[in-house]
């Protein structure tokens, strides 16, 4: 197998989801230090697309809005953050043209605005870094993405993940699978793993 081939080979085996893919530009993203004033953002497929987004003191003044009461566990505090997900992803959905991403990727690939599971991942991962950057996160401490699934390409799915901490279980973070906008969701990495979907996704 000559090295460009080999290349092309591994590169596969990164990439859950059918997208025109840039798995280096998802590596870059998951690396970058977000801020509320300047962040990147994934779209095309794997972050095929990659755009620098803001959020203005309002935008964000909603998002510390949910977590004005403070959660008391662990399972509040996974409630707050599936919210917080579907609110910045509607928030960021409108500047970035991708309001319009539909739960699920294949036979949506048609529609403008949407987001494969690898750009899903990645962009949930980001915005729990940035609640985590106003310690809004107490009970979790963000994991890197963590991919299930069959060969190659084939059937495989990413997903954001937390740990958490008292109880030492990761969790799925997953907002694959519903329009934009929509609450992530969150539930045990290992249940995650074992294939589950929602049975009112659009997701096949």
């Excluded at 990659?50 to 309002?58: A, I, P, Q, W």
């Excluded at 539909?102 to 899903?120: H, I, M, R, V």
């Excluded at 059937?155 to 929509?182: E, P």
Aim: glycine letters at 10%; charged letters at 20%.
């Amino acid at each position: 197998m000559n090295c460009p081939m080999r290349l092309w080979f591994y590169s596969l085996l990164l990439l859950p989801c059918f997208a025109m893919a840039d798995a280096p530009a998802m590596t870059r993203v998951l690396q970058e230090v977000p801020r509320i004033e300047k962040f990147l953002f994934c779209n095309g497929g794997t972050c095929a697309d990659v755009e620098t987004v803001s959020l203005h003191d309002g935008e964000w003044q909603e998002v510390l809005d949910l977590f004005a009461e403070r959660p008391q566990n662990a399972e509040q505090e996974r409630a707050l953050i599936a919210q917080a997900i579907g609110l910045m992803e509607s928030i960021v959905g409108s500047k970035t043209g991708t309001d319009t991403d539909k739960g699920g990727t294949f036979g949506n690939s048609a529609y403008p605005g949407q987001l494969d599971c690898n750009d899903e991942a990645t962009n949930s991962t980001t915005y729990m870094r940035l609640l985590a950057q106003f310690d809004l996160l107490k009970f979790h401490r963000i994991e890197d993405t963590t991919t299930r699934g069959g060969f190659l390409i084939f059937g495989r799915h990413s997903t954001a993940v937390i740990t958490d901490i008292g109880a030492g279980r990761k969790y799925a973070v997953d907002s694959w699978f519903y329009d934009n906008g929509k609450p992530a969701v969150v539930l045990p990495l290992d249940v995650w793993l074992g294939g589950w979907k929602p049975k009112d996704s659009g997701a096949h």
